[in-house]
């Protein structure tokens, strides 16, 4: 990613492309909507400014700031960012502050308590604390500038933010460092996954479970890690887990937990036909209106950088300053951990056991201000290990077990000022001095110049003194505790490798036993193996790297015939075949001769491709929905969160695992074997085919079934649905929920290339529009060059800004 999923980036970055669309917004203002729009030309005067600035736009919106001083640009920014999201800003704040009810009801309020537990305030205040006085100025003088825009606009909002009846407050520096650490915390794919675990708990027992979250196709399950849970009785013995689940699946549709995702890489010279370095970066998010990022130029005396921003985050957070490229995608680490606290009430109090003895829990207060409802007083509590994100079942916890959440301090961490100093980097030795400074944040940070390319994976990472952190951990228990930070010298990082290129797409980047631990929370490993396919063969130039971002190939497709071939597969699946009923014979020896000619390339008209997704889809409901359904049931859907985040079962019991528990159907009497449910899978893939695609197979096409529609605030489709290629194994991803249905829930956000052999190196793409509001012409204005592969380039060099961003402008004057 550049996912910072800022990524599934952030790319990753990905978080909260979509976050309002979990609002349900609605309704009307009595104003024209049109005086919700800031001008694009003429003056205005605004209080807080020193000189005039100068704000043009090119043809998709995105603003080019000139400025005589960096305090004023970064002034013009907050104004700019409140004119074209605020109301994206205003919803992702709430939601870091745990207050999404104030606006939208009681049907938030689970995922309130749930921010309110984690207490991102606290990271956040830590974080500003530990900034520089420089840093602390740039975001003063930011939230100024927003400021400056809800105290003019204040009576002519977005319609979709008026309608809510909800007053923004003014922007305090502090918030800005609270969407930093929202941004954080939507980098860890491993807490979705551990609460999705002990939904499957309920229904599992333990042993079952590391069937069902294996890291990497060659890594060993990890029955250790389930190990430290035998004994405990855990169904039914975890107050308030449904709320917590609840909450994390109305965080997660929004792309705030665990669902980053997003590529980058960059080649190096001896690779580009130009004999100079390319940088690309896709970040992932769902296809909501408005998409997480957007574009933003900066010009200055001391500063100048074009690039990906958030609304609320005064920095660049991935793009090109003239001399440095750099982009962020998510690593999918792992530095948060759940731990299992047994909870026990003394008097009025409550306690929890650790080294044997049992003490008082912490407690804070806090007030949930629901639309609609007389305010709500509720305790959180917490352990040594952290708050309990069930702490609003006080009144059941003394009866079972507490959630404790531990995620990594943030004292003395300089991430902040770390990013600015990126961004100014004018050498990849700069760059990676920088990046190793950030700590704040899991990412895979590439960056390049001209003639040098680099990866650095940043975070803060502990040392567990047993385990993996993988599954919750017994909190009473003194062996699975943190002890300090991995080194950051032991950080994974290169520079100018021999191949000739770098490159993530959230793989695992590091081999099996390295002398830290990042995660075991990957995700699958094909975007990550057709990017070195093609990184990999002959010379690059903008072109093919663009034609990268695009492919449709899924690697997975040949992994799987081999296995369908395997000696120990062939005959015992052929004999399984001729087992079944005559009239799902014909069906599983159609669906198996199509699989067997199919190229891999998922193209939106290929037959051959539906069959091979339809085949997926149902393999997976005829191998694990006999024991975990039925579908939509608590554990079929925490098992369907598992295999949108990380590495998936379903893909792991395909290609081995024959000796799965899960391969026999509990719903016979005789022990079914893999041969048998595959042969169940062809045949259904047909009758699943007949059904939603109709009876003749010559007309079938994967793009009929896998579409693209994009949903604005009120979950309204405003633009599909169109049909869509490729899936979550491809470059270009498309993903689905497998097991589900195929309805794309992520695809890239926003593109960008920089090729330093260009005059003007970079050229940028966002997936929706520039601006959140719906009165806008850049609302979704993006869609059209992002489907058809137009890339608009953003210049740095002064003699070519007429060109791009014309000569009319809104000349920003200090006011009174």
């Known amino acids: 990613m550049a996912s910072p999923a800022l990524t599934h980036f ?11 669309g979990v609002l349900g917004l609605s309704g009307c203002q009595t104003f024209n909507a049109q005086d919700s729009l800031v001008p694009t030309v003429g003056v205005q005067p605004l209080k807080g400014l020193a000189q005039n600035v100068s704000v043009r736009r090119n043809a998709m919106g995105v603003p080019l700031i000139e400025s005589s001083s960096f305090h004023d640009a970064l002034f013009t920014l907050g104004y700019v960012h409140a004119s074209d999201r605020i109301t994206q800003m205003v919803t992702l704040r709430l939601l870091a502050q745990g207050r999404l009810s104030e606006m939208s009801g009681a049907d938030l309020l689970d995922a309130d308590r749930y921010m309110r537990a984690v207490n991102l305030r606290k990271s956040a205040d830590e974080l500003y604390k530990a900034s520089s006085p420089r840093l602390k100025r740039f975001f003063e003088v930011y939230a100024r500038g927003v400021n400056a825009y809800l105290f003019r606009y204040r009576d002519k909002l977005p319609a979709d933010l008026a309608a809510t009846g909800y007053k923004p407050e003014y922007w305090k520096p502090e918030d800005s460092a609270l969407i930093f650490c929202l941004l954080n915390f939507s980098q860890s794919a491993n807490l979705p996954e551990e609460i999705a675990s002990l939904v499957l708990a309920q229904t599992l027992t333990t042993d079952k479970l590391p069937w069902l979250t294996p890291s990497a196709p060659d890594e060993k399950l990890p029955e250790a890690e389930a190990e430290k849970l035998r004994g405990i009785k855990l169904n039914g013995a975890i107050p308030g887990l449904v709320e917590v689940s609840k909450a994390t699946s109305q965080l997660s549709a929004p792309n705030l937990l665990g669902a980053t995702s997003s590529n980058n890489w960059a080649i190096a010279p001896q690779r580009s036909r130009s004999g100079k370095s390319l940088l690309a970066s896709d970040s992932h998010g769902p296809l909501g209106v408005p998409a997480l990022f957007s574009y933003v130029q900066i010009r200055a005396p001391k500063y100048q950088a074009s690039g990906v921003t958030i609304a609320g985050l005064p920095m660049v957070l991935g793009g090109f300053n003239g001399k440095v490229a750099w982009s962020i995608a998510s690593v999918m680490g792992d530095n948060q951990d759940l731990f299992l606290e047994k909870i026990r009430r003394q008097g009025n109090a409550l306690t929890y056991e650790t080294g044997g003895k049992w003490q008082p829990v912490i407690v804070r207060n806090e007030t949930y201000f629901v639309k609609g409802q007389r ?48 961004s100014r980097a004018q050498n990849v030795e700069k760059a990676s001095d920088a990046s190793r400074e950030i700590r704040a944040i899991t990412l895979n940070l590439v960056f390049a110049d001209a003639s040098n390319i680099g990866w650095q994976v940043t975070g803060r990472y502990p040392n567990r003194r047993e385990g993996e952190g993988l599954l919750p951990s017994p909190g009473w228990d003194g062996r699975y505790d943190w002890d300090g930070y991995a080194d950051p010298m032991l950080h994974p990082y290169d520079q100018d490798p021999a191949q000739g290129w770098l490159g ?64 120990g597969m062939a005959q015992p699946l052929k004999q399984a075949i001729e087992a079944l009923p005559v009239a799902e014979r014909g069906k599983a020896h159609e669906a198996l001769t199509r699989l067997m000619a199919f190229d891999g390339k998922l193209t939106p008209t290929s037959a051959d491709a539906a069959i091979y997704e339809l085949f997926l889809q149902e393999s997976s409901k ?57 042969a169940r899978s062809l045949a259904a893939a047909i009758t699943a085919g007949d059904s939603q695609l109709g009876g003749d197979h010559k007309t079938w096409q994967w793009g009929k079934l896998h579409r693209y529609e994009w949903k604005n605030a ?33 695809a890239p956000a926003m593109r960008f290339i920089v090729d330093f052999g260009q005059a003007e190196p970079l050229m940028a793409q966002n997936g929706t529009g520039q601006s959140g509001n719906p009165a806008s012409p850049h609302y979704l204005d993006s869609v059209d060059p992002w489907l058809k592969g137009q890339y608009l380039s953003l210049p740095l060099q002064p003699q070519n800004f007429d060109r791009v961003y014309g000569t009319k402008r809104l000349t920003l004057t200090p006011g009174k």
């Open 10 to 20: 952030l790319p990753r970055f990905g978080i909260a492309a979509a976050v309002a």
């Open 375 to 422: 305010p709500l007083r509720e305790a959180v509590y917490e352990t040594r290990h952290g708050p309990l994100l069930n702490s609003a079942q006080g009144t059941a916890l003394g009866n079972g077990f507490g959630l404790a959440l531990q995620t990594p301090s943030f004292a003395e961490d300089k991430s902040l000022d770390a990013f600015f100093d990126l």
């Open 504 to 567: 993530t797409a959230n793989q695992r980047v590091i081999p099996h036993g390295y002398g830290m631990q990042l995660s075991n929370s990957w995700s699958s490993p094909e975007r990550g193996e057709r990017l070195a396919e093609l990184a990999g063969a002959g010379k690059h130039d903008s072109r093919s790297v663009i034609a990268m971002q695009y492919d449709q190939t899924t690697t997975f497709a040949a992994k799987l015939k081999q296995m369908l071939t395997a000696p």
């Open 622 to 678: 005829q191998i694990f929905l006999d024991e975990l359904g039925p579908q939509n049931s608590p554990a079929w859907n925490a098992f369907i969160a598992n295999g949108k985040l990380s590495y998936a079962a379903q893909a792991d019991h395909l290609l081995g695992r024959e000796d799965s528990p899960f391969w026999d159907d509990t719903r016979t009497a005789q022990k079914e074997d893999k041969p048998t449910i595959l």
């Open 714 to 746: 009120n979950g309204q489709t405003v633009r599909g649905p169109l049909a869509a290629g490729g899936d979550h194994t491809t470059l270009n991803m498309a993903a689905f929920a497998w097991g589900q249905d195929f309805n794309t829930t992520q």
